[in-house]
């Protein structure tokens, strides 16, 4: 678990449930296996996302191991407010890695509603819809062992078959102090199938806690048309923020601005080269032609991707030096020799010479 932070826990947090009664539509960033990470949560945030969750994250592994922690769980300061999903079926363990991370995030979400095969069968996930007291006991175990009466306890769900079993599921989960419910409008069986926005309405109609509505929401008009639907009191997105960062500040498609971002932060940020070209991948899917889509989707290093980015766009990145033309001070050496080790020097193609990307640490 690897935390940023030189404020006290007290004055970082609050309470999250507050940005449901600001009085415009909460938009959110899904809980995305690999890609809702620090750096991509720093981008989307710049770009009017008002609530982030973390990837999901298995509460026995994390609790359980260091090494889970550190790589699973990853903020600084500006990363807030922030929720952290956690995968689990046991009460006292989901208590547990509640109060692991409880000083460093807004609150934590139940996961009840991925469909993979293997998250169900271990007892994780889609499957809990249909164990409501366990689901009951679970938050209510939360609640009693997190001291801060401002961290948020939320479940993220589908929907039944039959639509009165998810509402009597969402009426115990409120009775049991759930601070909110974000309901995905899928069965656990469907996948691409349209997003039932009717039942989520009737959902909310039934419910006096927050609902956020999820599915198919790939653009800021979208986000609006749903909100008029269900009446539902914020939106999430995951696919769309994948595509297009800057949805919710109203773009259409991905800026160049978005891209020069995502640049600058993943560099800053360290990610590792497969995370930070696939989110290019996404991000200009529709802005670069089938002919740049074979050429850029393929290349194979940091330096190959801001080499096409500043020579095909204009993108180039402030983070990017050629070693000698900076004076560098004793600290960015050190760091600059850190990075080395891990990246080794990259041979530019392009120019045949080799050079260093680090972050400004000025």
């Not at 500006?78 to 000083?103: H, M, N, T, W, Y």
């Not at 961290?151 to 009426?171: G, N, W």
Request: neutral net charge.
């Amino acid at each position: 678990m690897i935390c940023d932070t030189t404020d006290t826990p007290e004055c970082l947090l609050r309470d999250p449930v507050d940005l449901f009664h600001s009085g415009h539509i909460v938009k959110i960033c899904a809980p995305m296996v690999r890609y809702s990470k620090l750096a991509f949560r720093t981008l989307v945030r710049k770009y009017n996302c008002d609530l982030c969750y973390t990837p999901m994250i298995v509460a026995a592994d994390f609790v359980r191991s260091v090494k889970a922690r550190d790589s699973e769980f990853t903020t600084n300061r500006g990363d807030r407010p922030l929720i952290v999903q956690f995968a689990a079926k046991e009460a006292q363990v989901l208590s547990d890695a509640a109060c692991i991370v409880c000083p460093f995030a807004d609150g934590i979400d139940l996961n009840c509603g991925c469909p993979q095969r293997w998250a169900m069968a271990e007892g994780y996930g889609a499957c809990l819809i249909n164990k409501p007291e366990l689901v009951r006991d679970m938050v209510r175990q939360v609640r009693n062992q997190v001291e801060n009466p401002r961290f948020s306890v939320s479940i993220k769900i589908r929907i039944h078959d039959d639509l009165k079993r998810t509402v009597d599921l969402c009426r115990k989960a409120e009775a049991t102090g759930v601070s909110w419910i974000t309901v995905h409008g899928r069965s656990v069986e469907e996948r691409h199938q349209p997003v039932h926005y009717d039942a989520i309405k009737i959902i909310k109609q039934n419910i006096s806690i927050p609902i956020v509505a999820n599915g198919d929401i790939k653009s800021l008009k979208d986000a609006e048309n749903v909100h008029h639907m269900t009446g539902a009191d914020g939106v999430m997105a995951a696919r769309g923020l994948l595509a297009n960062p800057a949805m919710f500040a109203g773009f259409d498609e991905t800026p160049l601005k978005c891209v020069q971002d995502w640049v600058d932060i993943a560099l800053e940020h360290g990610t590792p080269f497969t995370c930070f070209h696939h989110h290019l991948m996404y991000m200009m899917e529709r802005i670069t032609s089938k002919q740049e889509k074979k050429v850029f989707n393929v290349l194979s290093s940091t330096p190959a991707v801001l080499d096409y980015l500043s020579d095909h766009y204009g993108v180039d990145s402030r983070a990017t030096l050629c070693a000698g033309q900076q004076q560098l001070t004793q600290f960015q050496w050190q760091w600059c020799n850190e990075m080395l080790q891990q990246w080794q020097l990259f041979l530019c193609p392009s120019t045949r010479s080799t050079k260093v990307y680090l972050r400004l640490l000025s």
